[in-house]
Antibody
Framework: QLQLHESGPGLVKPSETLSLTCTVS??????????WGWVRQPPGKGLEWIGS???????YYNPSLKSRVAMSVHTSTNQFSLRLSSVTAADTAVYFC??????????????WGQGTLVTVSS | SYVLTQPPSVSVAPGQTARITCGGN??????VHWYQQRPGQAPVLVVF???DRPSGIPERFSGSNSGNTATLTISGVEAADEADYYC???????????FGTGTKVTVL
């Protein structure tokens, strides 16, 4: 079955760029009905939508993060990536990657990775 | 930005019905998704498009939506239902998803 797995540094210094990759297995990232997204959760807090990307490259970003976020998709390796620049302690969170299953009316997140904790600290 | 408000906590006895609300301006006109998140785990989609259930989700989970409130109902609550629950909608004014504030369901 479809599986997603996040990978990347668990510790990032303030003002630097956070980089994460999500590897998709058990299915192709190049599927017309799917978008691929990132969600984060600060320790003890709720979920925050970061953004999503289509295999063709179109993106949707949370307006509150848009100036610092960049997503990309790598069809040859069945992966997609997140870059968040100029990080501060407020960006410390568990970062989840997920699949969005899109119908004509909506795109719920129907498969999730297990999440990876990224701590911003010097 | 669109704001979704949920009660911080709901307590329910086993076998009873839990109702989790999600308040938002005219939310009754949009699709709402609900996620269950057990401690230390990733969220799981339990209801999408207001009232549809993904494969493998028990019929005990149901959803409704009207006016300014969407509701997730868990009938015949079991101990395994103890978790945080989040609603989610697409904000069409700024083209991004918004999550609710989250509700912790405690099974007494």
């Amino acid at each position: 079955q479809l599986q997603l797995h996040e990978s990347g540094p668990g510790l990032v210094k303030p003002s630097e760029t956070l980089s994460l990759t999500c590897t998709v297995s058990g299915g192709s990232i190049s599927t017309r009905s799917h978008y691929w997204g990132w969600v984060r959760q600060p320790p003890g807090k709720g979920l925050e939508w970061i953004g999503s990307i289509y295999y063709g490259g179109s993106t949707y970003y949370n307006p509150s993060l848009k100036s610092r976020v960049a997503m990309s998709v790598h069809t040859s390796t069945n992966q997609f990536s997140l870059r968040l620049s100029s990080v501060t302690a407020a960006d410390t969170a568990v970062y989840f990657c997920a699949r969005l299953y899109c119908s004509s009316t909506s795109c719920p997140l129907d498969h999730w990775g297990q999440g990876t904790l990224v701590t911003v600290s010097s | 930005s669109y704001v979704l408000t949920q009660p911080p906590s709901v307590s329910v006895a086993p076998g009873q019905t839990a109702r989790i609300t999600c308040g938002g301006n005219n939310i009754g006109g949009v699709n709402v998704h609900w996620y269950q998140q057990r401690p230390g785990q990733a969220p799981v989609l339990v209801v999408f498009d207001v009232s549809d259930r993904p494969s493998g989700i028990p019929e005990r989970f149901s959803g409704s939506n009207s006016g300014n409130t969407a509701t997730l109902t868990i009938s015949g609550v079991e101990a395994a239902d103890e978790a945080d629950y989040y609603c989610q909608v697409w904000d069409t004014t700024s083209d991004h998803y918004v999550f609710g504030t989250g509700t912790k369901v405690t099974v007494l």
